[in-house]
């Protein structure tokens, strides 16, 4: 069977040692565990301006992704680079982690590839990396239903879709075996969200059981007995969880 197309994603931030590489990294980890034919990379905008980043990357930022258990020990171990005219044309999407740090730089250096870029709002704060953890799931999510970038919107207008809609609600987690050869999954139902907010909260799901899944009629489908993991998961997203079934 002939292989998928890989496709290329370049995350851009001003050092590439901090929020450029850990989406880079943590994107490369969610597409390989779902099979998705998409590769990330990432560069700096300013290499200059990181004068005080000490070592190839951020210790915060390689001690989160491995809190996530991701481990990307050559990732973690190159030098940051600065991007060329090269990588951008490498690269079918392009995001900038922050609009109001990278837009004046992009003006600046690349001038005739600001209107092909999609901004994201991530400060370089110590709170950025669970922002992008959730940006990055909400970009696994528009590729796989084939949506092109987001619209840019103020940052205290934009929420990931899964925080829309999960506030004093509860989902169903059950056990489904029947008609599936033994090879049975656990069930997420009565989700309040829209397609794309169910193929977001998937995604994650799927991470964090390290183990593949899909979204079916309304529900979400994860591989194999992951009742115990999932209501921990989703109850530490906010939502309240009812076992139902045996």
Known sequence: ???????????????????????????????????????AFSRGLALERG????????????????????????????IPAQVTLADLDQAERI??????EHLPLLHERFPAWVEKIEFWHVDDAPDA???????????????????????????ESRQPTTELAKKAVTVKVGRETKGRRGKG??????????????????????????????????R???QGDQRDRLTAVLESMGYRVKRVGG
Request: with cysteine; aromatic share 4%; proline share 4%.
């Open 1 to 39: 069977m002939e292989q998928p197309r890989q496709h290329n994603v370049l995350f851009l931030c001003t050092g590439n040692y901090y929020r450029s590489r850990f989406a880079e990294i943590l994107f490369n980890s969610v597409a390989g565990r779902m099979g998705l034919p998409w590769k």
């Open 51 to 78: 004068v005080n980043n000490v070592g190839p990357m951020a210790v915060s930022a390689i001690k989160a992704l491995e809190s996530l258990g991701v481990r990307a020990t050559e990732d973690v171990a190159r």
């Open 95 to 100: 995001v900038a982690l922050k609009q109001a």
């Open 129 to 155: 990396l669970p922002l992008i953890e959730r940006e990055i799931m909400s970009l696994v999510a528009r590729i796989l239903g084939g949506g092109t970038a987001q619209e840019t919107s103020a940052p």
């Open 185 to 218: 999954v656990t069930t997420v139902s009565e989700i309040p969200l829209d397609e794309l907010g169910l193929l977001e909260l998937a995604g994650k799901l799927k991470q964090r059981c390290g183990t593949g899944g899909t979204v079916k009629d309304g």
């Open 220 to 222: 979400i489908e994860i």
